[in-house]
């Protein structure tokens, strides 16, 4: 993941001027996950180019939260715990909103920032769920979404026992099959069922907002988090 301050930092470089060249009917595509937490992100792409399409990948701001810190724990193994990061005051059950793993799931908030520059028809929100259960159907989208064929379909994925995810099975040339690196698909820490359920009461209210916003809902709710 790109830090943020490097990020805005290329951008002021102008991004564009270290993009591969594309012929007419090519697409240049650029991916930084802190894009969408960044600020100065939207004003600055669309000053850039404002017809940019835009794709967020969004999952369960819970799992995400995990997510994001079995990362930050496979790096810094001395970081106290998830429970103990999550909230400001535990006794009183206040979720510490300004922690980076939890600010970013409040998907609402950082969409609200975007939709100052982009309609919502320029940005597709494809589901993190959906990528891991059924990846042909998600990419169906994003190539609908980005006015391609549909190239990519269900015979270029397969499920990889070992690994627990989908993997690419290149049938078009005699390649190996790939799978994503290892930092990718962790072993999450079990985490206490009282914080999930803390969490869920948190999340709640901008979930329905960002449901809302975007006339999508990924019923994050429902769901057994862990
Ligand atoms: N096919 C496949 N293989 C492996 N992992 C998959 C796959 N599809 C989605 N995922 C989920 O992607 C999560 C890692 O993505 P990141 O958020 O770290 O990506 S990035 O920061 O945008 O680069 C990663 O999160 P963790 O499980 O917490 O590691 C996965 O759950």
Known sequence: MLDASIFVFIMDLNIR????KTLDGQITMEKTPSYFVTNEAPKRIHSMARDTKLIVVVRNPITRAISD?????????????????AF???????????WSAIRIGIYALHLENWLQYFPLSQILFVSGERLISDPAGEMAKVQDFLGLKRIVTDKHFY?????????????ED???PRCLGKSKG???PKIDP???H???KFYKPFNMMFYQMIGQNFQWEQEETQ
Request: aromatic share 8%; with cysteine.
């Open 17 to 20: 001027n270290l993009m591969p």
């Open 69 to 85: 810190y079995t990362q930050t724990l496979s790096k810094k193994p001395e970081i106290p715990s998830f429970e103990v990061l």
């Open 88 to 98: 400001k005051n535990r006794t009183l059950g206040l979720i510490d909103a300004s």
């Open 159 to 171: 499920f990889n026992e070992t690994k627990g995810f989908p993997c690419l099975k290149k049938p």
């Open 174 to 176: 005699s390649g190996a």
């Open 186 to 188: 962790r072993t999450h």
């Open 194 to 196: 009282d914080v999930i």
């Open 198 to 200: 803390r969490l869920k």
